[in-house]
C-alpha cells in the first residue's frame, strides 16, 4: 500500500500564485481569496503534489507521513 500523507498549506504565507494548483490540480484548491488549500487535508502520496511543494515559490506547502509526522517536504536536515 502506499503512503498516506498529511498536507497544509500556511496562508499566512501563501501569495495565491496558483502554481500548486496547476501542477496537482487534484491535490490543491484556491479559495475564492487566492488562497490555497489541499482538496483534502489528507491524500495518497504523489509526485504532483511533492512537485507543487518543492516548486511553492514561498514553501508554503508542508507535507507529513500521516500516522507517524515524519516530514515528508520540507525535508528535515
Ligand atoms: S504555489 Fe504556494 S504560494 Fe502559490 S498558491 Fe500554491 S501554496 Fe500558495
Known amino acids: ?3 498516506r ?3 497544509e498549506v500556511d ?3 501563501c501569495i495565491g500564485s496558483a502554481q500548486c ?3 496537482a ?5 484556491l479559495d475564492t481569496a487566492r488562497q490555497s488549500h489541499p482538496a483534502e487535508p ?3 502520496a504523489g509526485e504532483g503534489v511533492l512537485a507543487a511543494a518543492e516548486n511553492c515559490p514561498v ?3 508542508v507535507i ?10 520540507p525535508p528535515e536536515d
Do not use: K, N, Q
Open 42 to 44: 489528507d491524500m495518497d
Open 1 to 3: 500500500m502506499g503512503d
Open 21 to 23: 494548483v496547476h501542477r
Open 11 to 13: 496562508r499566512s504565507v
Open 25 to 29: 490540480p487534484d491535490g490543491f484548491r
Open 5 to 7: 500523507w498529511h498536507v
Open 64 to 73: 507529513t507521513l500521516l500516522g507517524s509526522g515524519e516530514p515528508v517536504f
Open 59 to 61: 514553501e508554503a506547502i
